[in-house]
């Protein structure tokens, strides 16, 4: 019988999608950053953005040795106003990475679920998701959360799941993983030893390859609750 209910954020229980690639986005933040007095094209911006988050993944690559490390996204943004002669506070840095957050946020939904004790293990920046969580009513709702920027490693590698169950004393085999994706929520999950549920939505990638032997593909989240 199952005690704890873990779960995926972006995409299972909470319904989101950004786009980090799409102008809009990049024109908006131009905007902002230009109150900052910090001047970038949009496409400089975009390029920017994402060629400091690629270099700062493969250093702690590097330095970690996960295959999937998770990088804190501050130090990105630090770089950003950096590089164009501007100095910021840790508080501003957190106040700029939500305005981020906001500006590539399309649609919210919170779904919720019931069960018994809830975790939620998620490939997310802390920057984005402790205030978004904040704003879902969700803080309190999690008997113990994760998150891949505050662990430095992400699924599908199991040692994230391992930190999770280490963490809060869980037992793999009364522990059962939830997700939509199938590679880092439910063949990740396998690899630490635990049961998954496999749930398809709007924002689920590709299947990769067949779930696992261990893994329920179900339609809808509630149908967790019923699961023994």
């Not at 869980?170 to 749930?199: F, K, V």
Request: aromatic share 10%.
């Amino acid at each position: 019988m199952y005690q704890n209910y873990i779960f995926d954020l972006y995409g299972t229980l909470v319904d989101i999608h950004t786009d980090e690639w799409k102008d809009a986005l990049w024109q908006s933040f131009c905007t902002v950053l230009a109150e900052w007095e910090v001047c970038y094209q949009p496409k400089e911006l975009r390029a920017a953005y994402h060629r400091e988050v690629r270099r700062q993944t493969d250093a702690l690559r590097q330095v970690s040795g996960f295959d999937e490390p998770e990088i804190d996204i501050a130090p990105v943004f630090f770089h950003l106003l950096a590089a164009k002669g501007r100095t910021a506070t840790d508080r501003e840095i957190a106040a700029l990475a939500w305005t981020f957050r906001t500006l590539s946020t399309e649609k919210l939904r919170q779904l919720k679920e019931r069960g018994k004790r809830i975790y939620l293990l998620s490939n997310a920046q802390a920057l984005f998701t402790r205030p978004e969580l904040t704003a879902l009513g969700l803080e309190g709702y999690f008997d113990g959360v994760l998150l891949s920027s505050e662990a430095g490693v992400k699924k599908p590698d199991p040692h994230f799941y391992r930190l999770l169950l280490d963490q809060y004393q869980l037992r793999p085999e009364q522990s059962l993983m939830t997700g939509n994706d199938d590679l880092a929520d439910c063949h990740g999950a396998a690899a630490a030893g635990l049961d998954s549920c496999y749930i398809f939505t709007e924002q689920s990638p590709v299947r990769h390859r067949p779930l696992p032997e261990r893994c329920r593909e179900i339609r809808y989240i509630l149908e967790v609750a019923t699961i023994p």
